[in-house]
């Protein structure tokens, strides 16, 4: 992969240097109505792109406004190299890698937050000057914070992808290009406030007095959707929002309903209840599972020890903190025990079958919502124990905030994402079931 990349920048880079000089004025004339004309039309939407060799992504509109002032780029590149003899080097070649690779990224330049590295890279690569691009792009990641458009640009520009192997990454920026996902990538695109950390691997945004590092992945979750819990389609939180709450609940917990984000979610969660009864459900099996773990050589639970447990003794959970006492369930015998045996070998797992007898009101945060949601991934985290505050990990700060919502509007519980074949349950009280059998 690697390698081929290597060549097609090589080969560029060869072609340019053996192309007159003025079949190359020409090219860049070329090239520059082409970056002038798709910024025109990306300005008014954001959709489709115009490719080196005439393709039109998309009709309508945007069509009609490149097809009558867009040089057909295809005919000009070819009427200007007709006539060059270049030994060794064949259009139908040339033509092919100028669209995967240079169109392509000025595309990508367009549609992304103007910075200094990426404003570089484009007019070195309208002059077809490829190995500047490489010392562009080098230059800039030996900095200690990147910012995010440029960390965009390394993800997603076929450029980027090309000269890889000529690429002087930090250690860790590799293995974070490969994590992060393009859809990340896009949306950060036009973020001059977030950053790529080299020291700490991680992102944050500047807008915070002290900054809090994100991972990778926990950035990929915030990215993940664009609304929460939202019927208007309109983005509830920003990432910078997520970032600086996550901080607070982390750093001063004791002050965090008074930040802005949390009167956001709290009031969301109200309205919710309230107007969108599609979120709000009750119970909604006739029976489901309850498992505890026990050591080999204890005696079996009986069944009125597996009710929740007495305030004081439950650790954290992903929906109550310390000592608070919860009761989870899940849909599946099977998920019910996955989720109580995660990390835990050598243990017996027992599992009781109950039956709901009290009518509930829960918020359904399972993932079958009409719309997407910034949140619901982000609840989903997987305990990595790296950073806890007061035994809290990290994952769960959000989730057990959420939880302290719904609990305060008036729910009596949450249906969340367990696995793709089950569901989970969390209420606040156990007198919502009976017990029927172990199974």
């Known amino acids: 992969m690697n390698k081929e990349s290597n060549n097609s920048i090589k080969e560029l880079q060869l072609f340019s240097e053996l192309l007159p000089a003025e079949h190359k004025r020409e090219i860049i004339k070329v090239n520059t109505e082409y970056f002038d004309t798709t910024m025109k039309s990306l300005e008014k939407t954001m959709r489709g792109f115009y490719s080196v060799l005439g393709e039109v992504a998309q009709q309508g509109e945007l069509l009609r406004s490149i ?31 100028v669209e995967t690779i240079q169109s392509s990224t000025l595309k990508t330049i367009c549609s992304m937050q103007k910075t200094d590295m ?26 200690k914070e990147i910012i995010a458009p440029n960390v965009s640009f390394f993800k997603n520009a076929s ?13 860790g920026f590799k293995s974070m290009l490969k994590t992060l996902n ?94 969108q009864e599609e979120l709000v459900i009750e119970f909604d099996r ?8 026990r050591e080999k050589n204890a005696i079996p639970y009986i069944m009125d020890e597996m009710s929740r ?34 990390n835990k070998k050598d243990l017996i797992t027992q599992t009781l079958q109950i039956k709901p007898i009290s009518a509930v009101k829960l918020l359904d945060l399972s993932g079958k919502m009409k719309r997407g949601s910034i949140f619901l991934k982000y609840l989903r985290f997987e305990v990595n124990n790296d950073g806890c505050v007061n035994n809290m990990p990290r994952e769960y700060l959000i989730p057990n905030f959420v939880s302290t919502c719904c609990k305060k509007a ?3 519980g949450i249906k969340y994402y367990g696995g793709k074949d089950y569901c989970n349950y969390v209420t606040w009280s156990d007198r919502h079931f009976k017990g029927i059998r172990f199974v």
């Open 118 to 143: 990426t404003e570089s890279i484009k007019n070195a690569l309208i002059a077809l000057d490829y190995s500047k691009c490489i010392r562009i792009a080098n230059e800039e990641l030996k900095e």
């Open 182 to 275: 393009s859809y990340s990538a896009t949306t950060i695109s036009d973020n001059i406030d977030i950053f790529y950390s080299v020291g700490s691997r991680g992102f944050y945004s500047n807008k915070n007095d002290a900054p809090f590092i994100v991972t990778t992945n926990e950035l990929n979750t915030i990215c993940d959707a664009k609304v929460l819990l939202d019927g208007n389609g309109e983005e509830f939180v920003s990432e910078d929002e997520l970032m600086d709450f996550i901080n607070i609940l982390f750093d001063e917990p004791q002050f965090a309903s008074v930040h802005p984000t949390a009167r956001k979610i709290y009031n969301r969660i109200l309205q919710l209840k309230e107007v």
């Open 309 to 342: 447990a007495p305030v004081g003794v439950p650790k954290t959970g992903r929906y109550n903190q310390p000592g608070k006492s919860y009761y989870y369930f899940a849909d599946t015998k099977e998920g019910a025990e996955k989720e109580v045996t995660k």
């Open 286 to 293: 006739e029976v489901y599972y309850h498992s505890r773990t």
């Open 159 to 171: 450029l980027s992808k090309s000269m890889s192997g000529e690429l002087e990454y930090p250690y």
């Open 67 to 97: 097809q009558t002032s867009l040089i057909p780029l295809q005919e000009n590149m070819r009427a200007i190299l007709a006539s060059v003899d270049i030994a060794g080097t064949a259009l139908e070649s040339i033509l092919p890698l």
């Open 410 to 412: 008036g729910f009596d």
